[in-house]
């Protein structure tokens, strides 16, 4: 049985019954809530119920031997304790639990025998290969689920349950319908003086990464906090040591820097195809802040393989696979192809976890530029990466602008300006534009010649808000350094182009036509078919 969440219970004795293996051995009684799933009302078919821990070689030895004393049975070994549980000639149920390690082969743990009666918990699909009868995949807590489980921990009246029923289905939602992290949640509120369930909301946001470590008296478990599931996991992609392990930790970090919503995987693909048309050096006379370079190429993990003829993702597919299989990622086949994406909680781990997270944001936001350079993608998926680019333009304009060159930090973020512009994302742009003009620490009303590039798009953004007088005056700044250059040259043209469509906004349509009437005169050269010349 697969499964992501699980809270332990206890093994303790019940009572003593007649048994034909040589001794009266007592009855192991195991309390396992598994979501969606409760085993505990057959427990009358069982003359003896056994959990064993096998997470490690060490604990399931230990587990063995356990029940061979409980048995009244001298044993040393494991193979000796294993082989005394088949030779049972009474219905028995064994639990192996946290079966998530890939490279353990658990079918060293199964009995044999006519008898007994084997459930294997993980996380990890592959150990349904052991499955002699069947195999369950447990999905995810409904939001009814999660919130009938806040209540109960809760212990919420029936009462009251209508009245907090909204601000439950919030705290529900924020923890992505964990079990733990809503136990957790439900039992914080419960010990916390004057604490409600929309005062927990506002606590959370603020203190994310004490609350999910918060103690649910749980010392036994190897689960003792919501960050420490996920955290087993990691711990055992660092102790493989491979490549492919450690191509994971990477790809996992990556990703926390992303959203956590849907990216279709062909995203890879087209990174390598704009990374392959970054310039090795930039023209001496190339000043243009909408060009990308081998220092953003450069960022990118050498695990993508950019350098290739071919595009070979073979490798980034394998860590997303083992990934998978310590389930700390989906990966989900729709109409578009295969796409993968992560649970909140898992999301909010990753990304707290780092000790330095200037590296996997750098990383991230240059994939997103590069990949916008070769656009198909961006133009097919629009919805999958908008809470992509959202999430890397989230971080602060210190954290931004500290992480490498300013030129370079500008020419990034100026790309996702520019996706966004196309995607009409005002709201989105206006956030990411001003942070610009932040990081700068330039004037909204003065324009810098080194920066008019960025005014000229503030400008069209202005204007197309409806800030319309202010973006006039921003953009006859802008035309007028741009008049250092050739009456012909695309980008003087752009701006009067820009400026034109602001007095149009403004309501200034004679000095509009005037503009409109000299960029055309000047783009007739062009061939008759020119997107600009068309445009004007």
């Given at each position: 049985?697969?499964?992501?969440?699980?809270?332990?219970?206890?093994?303790?004795?019940?009572?003593?019954?007649?048994?034909?293996?040589?001794?009266?051995?007592?009855?192991?009684?195991?309390?396992?809530?598994?979501?969606?799933?409760?085993?505990?009302?057959?427990?009358?078919?069982?003359?003896?119920?056994?959990?064993?821990?096998?997470?490690?070689?060490?604990?399931?030895?230990?587990d063995?031997?356990?029940?061979?004393?409980?048995?009244?049975?001298?044993?040393?070994?494991?193979?000796?304790?294993?082989?005394?549980?088949?030779?049972?000639?009474?219905?028995?149920?064994?639990?192996?639990?946290?079966?998530?390690?890939?490279?353990?082969?658990?079918?060293?743990?199964?009995?044999?025998?006519?008898?007994?009666?084997?459930?294997?918990?993980?996380?990890?699909?592959?150990?349904?290969r052991?499955?002699?009868?069947?195999h369950?995949?447990?999905?995810?807590?409904?939001?009814?689920?999660?919130?009938?489980?806040?209540m109960?921990?809760?212990?919420?009246?029936?009462?009251?349950?209508?009245?907090?029923?909204?601000?439950?289905?919030?705290?529900?939602?924020?923890l992505?319908?964990?079990?733990?992290?809503?136990?957790?949640?439900?039992?914080?509120i419960m010990?916390?003086?004057?604490?409600?369930?929309?005062?927990?909301?506002?606590?959370?946001?603020?203190?994310?990464?004490?609350?999910?470590?918060?103690?649910?008296?749980?010392?036994?478990?190897?689960?003792?906090?919501?960050?420490?599931?996920?955290?087993?996991?990691?711990?055992?992609?660092?102790?493989?040591?491979?490549?492919?392990?450690?191509?994971?930790?990477?790809?996992?970090?990556?990703?926390?820097?992303?959203?956590?919503?849907?990216?279709p995987?062909?995203?890879?693909?087209?990174?390598?195809?704009g990374?392959?048309?970054?310039?090795?050096?930039?023209?001496?006379?190339?000043?243009?802040?909408?060009?990308?370079?081998q220092?953003?190429k450069?960022?990118?993990?050498?695990?993508f393989?950019?350098?290739?003829?071919?595009?070979?993702?073979?490798r980034?597919?394998?860590?997303?696979?083992?990934?998978?299989?310590?389930?700390?990622?989906?990966?989900d086949?729709v109409?578009?192809?295969?796409?993968?994406?992560?649970?909140?909680?898992?999301?909010?781990?990753?990304?707290?976890?780092?000790?330095?997270?200037?590296?996997?944001?750098?990383?991230?936001?240059?994939?997103?530029?590069?990949?916008?350079?070769?656009?198909?993608?961006?133009?097919?998926?629009?919805?999958?990466?908008?809470?992509?680019?959202?999430?890397?333009?989230?971080?602060?304009?210190?954290?931004?602008?500290?992480?490498?060159?300013?030129?370079?930090?500008?020419?990034?973020?100026?790309?996702?300006?520019?996706?966004?512009?196309?995607?009409?994302?005002?709201?989105?742009?206006?956030?990411?534009?001003?942070?610009?003009?932040?990081?700068l620490?330039?004037?909204?009303?003065?324009?810098?010649?080194?920066?008019?590039?960025?005014?000229?798009?503030?400008?069209?953004?202005?204007?197309?808000?409806?800030?319309?007088?202010?973006?006039?005056?921003?953009?006859?700044?802008?035309?007028?350094?741009?008049?250092?250059?050739?009456?012909?040259h695309?980008s003087?043209?752009?701006?009067?182009?820009?400026?034109?469509?602001?007095?149009?906004?403004n309501?200034?349509?004679?000095?509009?036509?005037?503009l409109?009437?000299?960029?055309?005169?000047?783009?007739?050269?062009?061939?008759?078919?020119?997107?600009?010349?068309?445009?004007?």
């Amino acid at each position: 049985m697969s499964y992501s969440h699980i809270r332990h219970g206890w093994i303790g004795k019940e009572r003593d019954l007649s048994a034909d293996c040589q001794s009266r051995p007592s009855v192991v009684g195991v309390f396992l809530y598994v979501a969606k799933w409760r085993y505990h009302t057959n427990l009358n078919r069982y003359w003896g119920v056994f959990w064993v821990d096998v997470s490690t070689a060490k604990t399931a030895e230990t587990d063995f031997l356990t029940i061979s004393q409980m048995m009244d049975f001298r044993v040393e070994s494991l193979a000796e304790a294993r082989q005394n549980l088949a030779n049972c000639k009474r219905p028995w149920l064994l639990i192996l639990d946290n079966a998530d390690d890939p490279r353990t082969d658990y079918g060293t743990y199964i009995p044999s025998g006519a008898y007994g009666t084997i459930l294997l918990t993980s996380r990890n699909e592959a150990c349904s290969r052991h499955a002699t009868a069947s195999h369950v995949n447990l999905e995810e807590s409904t939001l009814v689920e999660a919130v009938q489980l806040l209540m109960q921990v809760t212990k919420t009246d029936q009462s009251q349950r209508e009245r907090y029923e909204e601000d439950t289905r919030t705290v529900a939602k924020l923890l992505g319908c964990h079990p733990l992290a809503l136990i957790q949640a439900g039992t914080y509120i419960m010990n916390s003086p004057d604490c409600t369930f929309a005062k927990y909301i506002k606590i959370y946001e603020k203190n994310r990464l004490r609350i999910l470590k918060y103690s649910v008296n749980q010392a036994q478990s190897r689960y003792r906090d919501v960050y420490t599931t996920f955290e087993v996991s990691a711990e055992m992609l660092n102790d493989m040591g491979t490549e492919t392990s450690k191509d994971a930790l990477q790809v996992l970090s990556l990703l926390s820097m992303l959203g956590q919503s849907r990216l279709p995987l062909s995203f890879f693909n087209d990174v390598w195809k704009g990374a392959r048309e970054v310039e090795a050096e930039l023209p001496e006379d190339q000043t243009s802040l909408n060009v990308l370079t081998q220092w953003h190429k450069n960022q990118i993990p050498c695990l993508f393989q950019i350098d290739e003829e071919k595009c070979d993702l073979v490798r980034v597919f394998e860590a997303m696979r083992v990934l998978k299989e310590a389930a700390l990622i989906s990966l989900d086949k729709v109409d578009e192809g295969t796409s993968v994406s992560m649970h909140p909680l898992v999301h909010a781990w990753a990304r707290d976890r780092q000790t330095s997270q200037e590296q996997s944001w750098l990383a991230a936001t240059c994939m997103i530029a590069l990949a916008f350079q070769y656009n198909s993608l961006w133009v097919l998926q629009n919805r999958h990466l908008q809470s992509h680019l959202e999430a890397v333009i989230a971080q602060d304009t210190s954290f931004m602008f500290d992480c490498g060159s300013q030129v370079e930090i500008v020419r990034l973020l100026f790309r996702i300006c520019w996706w966004f512009y196309y995607a009409h994302d005002l709201k989105a742009l206006n956030v990411l534009i001003n942070k610009l003009l932040y990081g700068l620490q330039l004037s909204k009303e003065a324009v810098t010649r080194k920066w008019v590039e960025v005014y000229e798009l503030y400008g069209q953004c202005l204007s197309d808000s409806g800030r319309c007088k202010t973006a006039v005056e921003v953009l006859e700044q802008v035309v007028e350094f741009r008049k250092e250059l050739a009456e012909d040259h695309p980008s003087r043209l752009a701006s009067q182009y820009a400026l034109a469509s602001a007095y149009c906004e403004n309501g200034q349509v004679k000095e509009a036509v005037v503009l409109l009437e000299h960029v055309v005169k000047i783009k007739e050269e062009l061939a008759e078919d020119y997107p600009s010349r068309l445009a004007s």
